[in-house]
Nanobody, 113 residues
Framework: QVQLVESGGGLVQPGGSLRLSCAAS????????MGWYRQVPGKQREFLAS???????SYADSVKGRFTISRDNGKNTLFLQMNSLNPEDTAVYYC???????WGQGTQVTVSS
């Protein structure tokens, strides 16, 4: 059984930073291409970034230069470092095993003064 569990969300002021984590179980992580998405109420889930098992990364234009995706295969953990946050980044953030049906439960990020 595959489980993805996000953590690290919270309230941050504009211009601040947060680091999200996604812990994976089920012996899939080392070969899985992983991604981060976010969703605000009433809108479609938005792709943010992906990383292959070998470390190749891809970013959406909306976060390029501000967000960094990384992974620790030894700890089965995916990360998203988010810098220069602004109120438009407020959303629920999800990790996903790309190409599968598996999503995390989401973690809320709120950017507000």
């Amino acid at each position: 059984q595959v489980q993805l569990v996000e953590s690290g969300g919270g309230l941050v002021q504009p211009g601040g930073s947060l680091r999200l984590s996604c812990a994976a179980s089920g012996n899939i992580f080392s070969f899985a291409t992983m991604g981060w998405y976010r969703q605000v109420p009433g809108k479609q889930r938005e792709f943010l970034a992906s990383i292959t098992s070998g470390g190749s990364v891809s970013y959406a234009d909306s976060v390029k230069g501000r967000f960094t995706i990384s992974r620790d295969n030894g700890k089965n953990t995916l990360f998203l470092q988010m810098n220069s946050l602004n109120p438009e980044d407020t959303a629920v953030y999800y990790c996903k095993w790309l190409g599968s049906i598996y999503w995390g439960q989401g973690t809320q990020v709120t950017v507000s003064s």
